[in-house]
């Protein structure tokens, strides 16, 4: 055991990506992706609503690229638009907040194992195992190839199993409500993160 587990407490830590490490998609990047839907800017909230509708079945793996974005918009996009869809929501969701990357790279060094456990379509999870970030992971699981989402319990499983850890001994980081409770049923320990990487840093570092 390191230094900082024996500190902390902490054998492991489990982390969302989107809404921890990753940023919320801004306004303009919704709008760019709706435009690209041929979607009216005076109606992105019902553009929004289309999106979410159907996304759980998308990161779960059991729609293609080709069957969400038909579900979204309720007609074929053709092969061009498809792609352009396919690439602006990828690159909606890729933007990391670097105050909490800094906070995980400490974390790492110390000897703590990190692992992250995403909701995500298979081509974002493609491109979010190619950042530098990834390798501070000592596993990644992502909805789409575990073929379940959070806050399904067996998602959990599947990151806690990796750790090899006694659940009451790891902490699940999550910056929605819901999916903490749901980890939290399985023994973990969990922090509803609220977008202050103080507070995620004060979790993971060992006391002075």
């Known amino acids: 055991m390191t230094p900082t587990t024996a500190q902390t407490g902490l054998d492991a830590v489990i982390l969302d990506y989107n809404g921890v490490i990753g940023l919320q998609p801004t306004t303009g990047q919704w709008l760019r992706l709706a435009r690209t839907a041929l979607w ?27 069957a969400y974005w038909t579900t979204v918009l309720g007609h074929h996009p053709g ?7 396919r690439d602006a929501d990828t690159d909606m969701w890729t933007s ?13 060094e110390s000897g703590l194992p990190l692992v992250l456990l995403s909701n995500a379509p298979h081509h974002l999870s493609d491109v979010l195992d190619r950042h530098p970030w990834r390798r501070l992971m000592t596993h990644a699981f992502y909805s789409a190839r575990l073929q379940v989402c959070k806050p399904d319990p067996a998602a959990y499983q599947h990151a806690m199993n990796a750790t090899g850890a006694d659940p009451h001994r790891v902490l699940f980081v999550d910056d929605r409500s819901d999916n903490c409770h749901a980890a939290h049923r399985l023994g973990p320990r969990t922090l509803h993160y609220t977008g202050r990487p103080t507070d995620l840093a004060a979790t993971l570092q060992p006391p002075n």
């Open 96 to 108: 990391t907040d670097d105050r909490v990357v800094e906070v995980l790279y400490q974390a790492h």
């Open 40 to 66: 009216s800017d005076d109606d992105l909230p019902a553009f929004q609503h289309a999106f979410w509708t159907a996304r759980s079945a998308y990161d779960a793996g059991q729609l293609s690229d080709l």
């Open 79 to 85: 092969t061009r638009r498809l792609r352009e869809l």
